[in-house]
């Protein structure tokens, strides 16, 4: 009897931890790490330090009024001229912007002389793969399972290590 029950308990707790850990493939980078988003950090160089994808999001820092977040054009980022080519205006000191397209992002500081002195820098956003069964993994060529794959199934693994130590 007891068995029975502790059965229909656990299934539904792991599809509630697959959806879980689902969507926290996503991530959320903080723009200039720990010295978020201002005037003393070198951003092309930041911004080539991680691999961004969609879905994931960017988190810009920094005290509301000393600067801001636009998402501009290619052309208007090299020229830092935003009179024309802004996309997108943040500007309230804690802004996330959600990266929902594959496609390459520019953004830059429109205080006067920021975007000039550094604060500008491009990602290109690639698809990301979210869902473990959209496309079938080639099984002839392991060598294309990706360093994520192997990292989620690492996840399922420790997640199923966990349920099953707490209902068994
Ligand atoms: C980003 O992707 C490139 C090419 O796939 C890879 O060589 C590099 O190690 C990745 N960098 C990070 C931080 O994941
Ligand atoms: C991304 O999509 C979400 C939900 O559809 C929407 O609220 C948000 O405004 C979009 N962000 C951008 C930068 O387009
Ligand atoms: C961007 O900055 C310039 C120069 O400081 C300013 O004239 C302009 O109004 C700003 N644009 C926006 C949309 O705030
Ligand atoms: C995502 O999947 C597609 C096809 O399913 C593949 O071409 C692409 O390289 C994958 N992207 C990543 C980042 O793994
Ligand atoms: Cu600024």
Redo the contacts with the bound molecule.
Sequence with gaps: MEDKIVCYVRFPVILIWFSLLNGAVSEVYNVGDENGWNSEVDYSSWSERYNFTVGDVLEFKYSKGQHNAF?VTESTYRTCDTSSGVL?KYESGEDE?????SKKYWFVCNVSGHCLGGMRFGIDVKPGNTTMNSEPIPSANSGSISAFHRWSLGLYTFAFGILLNLFS
């Design positions: 998402e997108a912007v959600k990266l929902n397209a």
